[in-house]
């Protein structure tokens, strides 16, 4: 967004500026969280917000510290490790949890190591080997690749053996007898080695290679991660004779070799983010000669006994580095020690799990491929063909130029794209060029005069929206190639999603939006333009339709396009927009329309951060001069708004802004009493009458819509699916794909008809319901006026919080959960308290008396008046009190409170007392749910809106905790904003085990992830992070190395994929619908379903993308697991959109909006460690599902 021109800055003794008054801010006004729990109304369904494109709306572990006794080093092995001396002092400070992107270089240990990884401070591994054995171990080891040695008899030659977390091993230090003979070839790190390894290389492995492991090389380069041993490995290096081609983006390409079986083919292998401190230096590429004698240099926990006339030898791989956290390497599976009879295997070198201070310093897992789909028919489905809205597009594969543009001065930003095409037309007027409107364009053909070494720049001169004439300098510099084909490799490979082509991948994006720019605006990475007639959606905003469209590579390439919509700001005065969308009085200052409080926080939070012209003076002579400036928020009338003036005499004169207007501008305002705006830089004092402002149009905001506008956004832009593909249709004709120019010159051709992809429909399960019985969903639907287990419901009250009773019949209410009750089979009694009217500030003496009345549930009517009266009712009842509520909106209670509105409300009720509503029929459950306990888990993190940067995120994983899969319990975490990897998950793992081992007497076997909210771009975080947690909170509590088998998906809504019955009426295609072929990875374990019914709009299919299938379980069986989990909801008789676990999780992160509601935080401190919550312990005692 623009804000006030530079230059334009010298007109400014034209504007009031009161910087020698101060005055008080407004408060600022927090957005109030919709209430959570109301019923859903009069069908039994929950919400699903989701159905429709609404877009706009809104670690390691730690061993002992036993240091190695001090030896008399050889002088020449000294002078070759310079911080070897410097390894050998205090031992190092507990780590604090720092994310990766926080921790400095001054973490880092005198060998490069950070101080607070687990490998500084490691437990002791021995390894012992007979007299005379010769050893050689050979290098390359790429991210993830955890190998183990296996030694057969004698030949002591490393062997691979798969398995996905190997055993535990720790750097160290070697020990050895006299005459024992050393060779090191490997990479180096700056000052010989990293940690101790022998012959000078990563992590203490002997010649080691990341990890601790006997062979293999470091590596050398700038930024590179090594892979940390960790908790899992004792990785003992395997070699193999591999080359690896990095594509670096314009960065020399790197190897990456080893010595191992000559026969393997080469990969392409893209460095991944590695979640861990970065390594000091940089590698020095002539150190790693091969041949090259080494001492053993360094410092390092762990201890070898060697016999005398041993020989050894290791080989390294060298590799290199963008970056910090980055690495790269080979693709291998990761292997694991087994034991050959007689062979001296190295042991796991730990019997305690790892502390949870450890483990939580630095993720210990690291994958560079995803589990594949295992493509085996085991479940019954019926084969059918259904539409997408996906394009196919064929591509030329051309090596295309790619430059660096450069502007000075580089604001405002909406003048870059002006500037950018008025120097093409100048300089390169016979070229196409695509522009990402900030840096970087792309052209077919060389720019004459644009090189590599300098930049060639070219003054313009524009006319700014004033009429006033700004001057850029545009500048050229090649930057390389990007060749289209490595798409084309990637596709025919079926390669890694954790390695797409990136940059050719936004190479093609680029061209595509390009083609949009001129007719739409830009918002994110859509595209809208103003409607002939837009939807009003209430406090001054309207909504606008656009278009979404992303290039789509899988076997083949595809565009995936879709309609969007978002809401923009009316194209208005600000009067108009006081008086008409907020029904405010322009006479009156704002703090005195009291009637209207709500209208006037709306007001508040509108003008925040909106654009607005400001007319420069009131007479005719200047009406027309317009600047445009940044709204920061409300200030007191003009009348009452005074400031120094200084006359061009030096005269100084104190004056309202109205005198202001009234004798410099000749003007007089028309509502002096109403407020001024502040706008401008914050640090500057410039205001304006509201008289004189204007709303900018077309700017996108970034701010949450209010529950008014977010609830008529949901109803206008849930169009049924035959009118969206109407619409989809009509974009596709608007962006005339087939005779664009520009794609023919970049050799891009686009269909323009919808994709007919193969899909299947599976069966739904059988359900058991009260009194014993077995249905048979139909259509994501089922009936039942019964609960499977019903709870009583004995001891309960009622209260309603500053309802006006004579609207609301609570008395009928009352009566109506009794009867509704005892029809499930919950038997209530009659309330043992009821209170009418109450006030807020009385709700803290009535819900402690109604604890000590043994009242363990009240039913509370939360009036409309206040917006935090949710929030604090939850607070004071799980915070302080410890009881149970179900709250219910005034609104719902007053208008639509029928039987079937109670029925959905009983249903959470029943479940919140820890009944059951339905469970999967035995005959119907999958066979991964079979034999082994099994813990259902989802995790989601919730994030403020884009204009709260400050406020923090909140992470929630959910577990189920007994054998049908319907009680859960939860863990929350308040963590610093943005972050989207959840910074506690071992430790709230650990708690979910705790819990479930408590109920059934065993931890699980088997754990089922479905983590919610991760892009495409996180998948190798989830990976590092997430996935190893997992495997570390099992071993904690087991103390052993055993581990479970995790199957872990990620759950995506946030797409624009949507598919239609292949019929002439294109209506919404059956639940139980699941593609698996053609838009989704063509190797991985990845497929799109629909679960559930759309009862508006179309519906939207969730995608599920596996990153580990430990046992692997079938595709087929996997998505049926996925369906069947859709129907155990205990909120309503349908199926939901998404598995039952995701679903809780963000009802977590809702409910811990509310106890943190008023809350302030540090995200300084929550950056070195997040916060827990916890509810009180009777509360969890009582029942562990409070939060549905």
């Not at 000078?200 to 090389?217: A, E, M, N, V």
């Not at 003007?667 to 830089?681: A, H, K, S, T």
């Not at 009509?730 to 005339?736: P, Q």
Request: charge should be positive; proline fraction near 8%.
């Amino acid at each position: 967004m623009g804000r006030g021109k530079k230059k334009s800055e010298k007109k400014e003794e034209q504007v009031p500026s009161l910087s020698s008054l101060s005055i008080a801010e407004e408060p600022s006004t927090s957005q109030a969280q919709p209430v959570t729990e109301p019923p859903v109304s009069t069908q039994p369904t929950a919400k699903e917000p989701d159905e429709e494109n609404t877009d706009g709306l809104g670690l390691g572990l730690e061993g002992s510290k036993k240091r190695r006794p001090r030896k008399k080093k050889d002088p020449a092995s000294v002078a070759r490790t310079t911080s070897g001396s410097a390894d050998k002092q205090a031992p190092d400070p507990q780590p604090a949890v720092v994310p990766p992107e926080t921790r400095d270089l001054s973490q880092m240990g005198p060998t490069g190591i950070s101080s607070g990884h687990p490998h500084s401070k490691g437990e002791p591994s021995h390894h012992q080997y007979a007299a005379g054995q010769q050893h050689q171990f050979s290098g390359g080891l790429g991210r993830g690749d955890i190998p183990q040695a296996t030694h057969a008899p004698g030949a002591m030659t490393p062997q691979r053996s798969v398995d996905p977390i190997p055993q535990a091993a720790f750097a160290g230090s070697y020990q050895h007898a006299p005459g024992q003979q050393q060779q090191s070839i490997g990479g180096f790190g700056r000052g010989g080695d990293r940690g101790g390894g022998r012959g000078g290389d990563r992590g203490g492995g002997r010649g080691g290679d990341r990890g601790g492991g006997r062979g293999g090389g470091r590596g050398r380069g700038r930024g590179q991660i090594p892979q940390d041993t960790h908790p899992f490995s004792q990785a003992a290096v395997v070699g193999s004779h591999q080359r690896h081609e990095i594509d670096q983006g314009g960065v020399p390409q790197s190897q990456v070799w080893g010595r191992g079986p000559p026969t393997q083919p080469a990969c392409e292998q893209k460095p991944s983010t590695f979640w861990g401190p970065p390594p000091r230096g940089s590698g020095d590429p002539q150190a790693a000669a091969v041949g090259a004698q080494a001492q053993v240099g360094g410092a390092a926990p762990q201890t070898q006994a060697v016999s005398v006339s041993q020989q050894q030898q290791s080989s390294g791989g060298q590799s290199r580095g963008r970056g910090p956290g980055r690495m790269e390497g080979n693709e291998k599976d990761i292997p694991q020690a087994t034991q050959t009879p007689g062979a001296m295997t190295p042991q796991p070198a730990y019997s305690q799990p790892p502390s949870k201070e450890a483990a939580r310093t630095s993720p210990t897992l690291s994958l560079n491929k995803m589990p594949l789909a295992i493509r085996r028919s085991t479940v019954p489905v019926t084969n059918i063909v259904v539409l997408t809205n996906y394009l196919p597009m064929t591509l030329q594969f051309k090596k295309i130029h790619r430059y660096d543009v450069g502007f000075k001065p580089d604001k405002p930003k909406k003048m870059i794209p002006r500037a950018f095409c008025k120097a093409k037309d100048i300089l390169f007027r016979n070229h196409t060029l695509a522009f990402d409107q900030a840096k970087n364009c792309y052209s077919i053909h060389p720019l004459p005069g644009v090189n590599d070494h300098t930049r060639f720049a070219k003054e313009v001169e524009l006319l700014d929206d004033n009429g006033k004439t700004m001057k850029f300098e545009v500048s050229f510099k090649y930057t390389g190639l990007v060749d289209l084909d490595r798409i084309n490799q990637f596709m025919v490979s079926g390669g890694s999603s954790l390695n797409p082509p990136t940059e050719a991948i936004q190479c093609i994006d680029v061209i595509l939006r390009q083609g949009t720019l001129e007719s739409y605006v830009k918002a994110g990475k859509q595209f809208f333009k103003r409607p002939a007639r837009p939807i009003d959606l209430g406090d001054g905003l309207e909504m606008w339709t656009g278009l979404f469209q992303s290039a789509i590579f899988t076997s083949t390439a595809f565009v995936n396009i879709d309609v969007a919509h978002k809401g923009f700001p009316k194209k208005q005065s600000m009067i108009d927009a006081l008086t008409r969308d907020f029904r405010l009085d322009p006479t009156q200052p704002l703090e005195q329309q009291r009637r209207e409080q709500r209208s006037v926080e709306n007001f508040h939070n509108f003008v925040k951060g909106l654009r607005v012209n400001a007319v420069i003076g009131g007479d005719t002579s200047t009406r027309g001069q317009k600047r445009e400036f940044i709204c920061n928020g409300v200030v007191d009338p003009p009348i009452k708004l005074y400031f120094t003036m200084t006359h061009p005499d030096g005269r100084q004169q104190k004056m309202s802004v109205a005198e202001y207007y009234l004798k410099e501008k000749k003007y007089r305002l028309q509502y002096p009493n109403l407020n001024c705006l502040w706008v401008g830089p914050k640090n500057k004092n410039i205001y304006f009458p509201m008289e004189l402002l204007e709303v900018v149009p077309g700017q996108a905001l970034r701010k949450q819509l209010n529950e008014m506008q977010l609830s008529k956004m949901v109803r206008e832009a849930a169009t049924p699916p035959n009118i969206r593909k109407q619409k989809i249709e009509d974009v596709i004709k608007d962006m005339n794909y087939s005779r664009s120019p520009l794609f023919k010159e970049f050799g891009l051709s686009i269909s323009e008809k919808f994709l007919q992809v193969e899909a299947k429909v599976l069966q739904p399960p059988k359900l058991m319901v009260g009194q014993g019985r077995s249905i048979d969903p139909r259509g994501g639907v089922w009936r039942s006026n019964t609960v499977l287990q019903p709870e009583v419901l004995g001891s309960w009250g009622f209260i309603a919080i500053e309802a006006d009773p004579r609207q609301s019949n609570f008395d009928g209410i009352i009566e109506m959960i009794m009867r509704v009750g005892n029809q499930m089979g919950m038997r209530v009694a009659p309330p043992k308290c009821t209170h009418f009217n109450v006030r807020i500030n009385e709700l803290t003496n009535i819900l402690f008396t109604a604890l000590e009345r043994d009242i363990n549930f009240l039913f509370i009517i939360v009036s409309r008046r206040g917006r935090d009266y949710y929030h604090r009712v939850k607070r004071l009842a799980e915070l302080e009190v410890g009881i149970l509520t179900q709250c219910i909106k005034e609104e719902t209670a007053s208008r639509r409170m029928n039987e079937q509105t109670v029925r959905n409300i009983l249903l959470k009720v029943n479940a919140k007392l820890m009944g059951l509503n339905q469970a999967l029929d035995g005959r119907s459950m999958p066979a991964c749910l079979k034999g082994s306990p099994v813990m259902i888990v989802g995790a989601d993190v919730t994030h403020p809106s884009p204009d709260q940067s400050s406020i923090p995120s909140i992470a929630a994983v959910t577990a189920s905790i007994d054998q049908k899969c319907f009680v859960y319990n939860i863990e929350l975490c308040v963590q610093s904003p943005k972050q989207e990897i959840i910074v506690d998950f071992e430790d709230m793992m650990v708690e979910h085990m705790q819990v479930f081992r408590k109920r059934l007497n065993t931890l699980p076997k088997k754990i089922y992830v479905f983590r919610d909210g991760v892009s495409e771009g996180q998948f190798d975080q989830v990976i590092n992070y997430e996935l190893s947690a997992v495997y570390r909170a099992y071993q904690r509590l087991t103390g052993t190395t055993a581990k479970p088998e995790v199957l872990f998906l990620l759950v995506q809504k946030r797409h624009h994929t949507r598919f239609f019955s292949h019929d002439a009426n294109a209506q919404n295609v059956e639940p139980g619908t699941v593609v698996d072929k053609h838009i989704v990875h063509p190797k991985e374990l990845d497929f799109y379903l629909v679960s559930h019914y759309a009862i508006k709009g179309t519906a939207r299919p969730t995608r599920y993308h596996a990153v580990c299938n430990d046992g692997g379980i079938p595709l087929d069986e996997v998505e049926q697991l996925t369906y069947y989990l859709c129907h155990l909801y205990s909120r309503c008789t349908r199926a939901v959109s998404y598995p039952t676990p995701t679903y809780y999780a963000h009802l977590a992160c809702l409910r811990a909006k509310s106890l943190t509601y008023g809350d302030t935080f540090n995200n300084e401190d929550l950056e070195r460690k997040p916060k827990r919550l916890h509810v009180l312990k009777k509360m969890l005692d009582f029942s562990r599902m409070f939060f549905v």
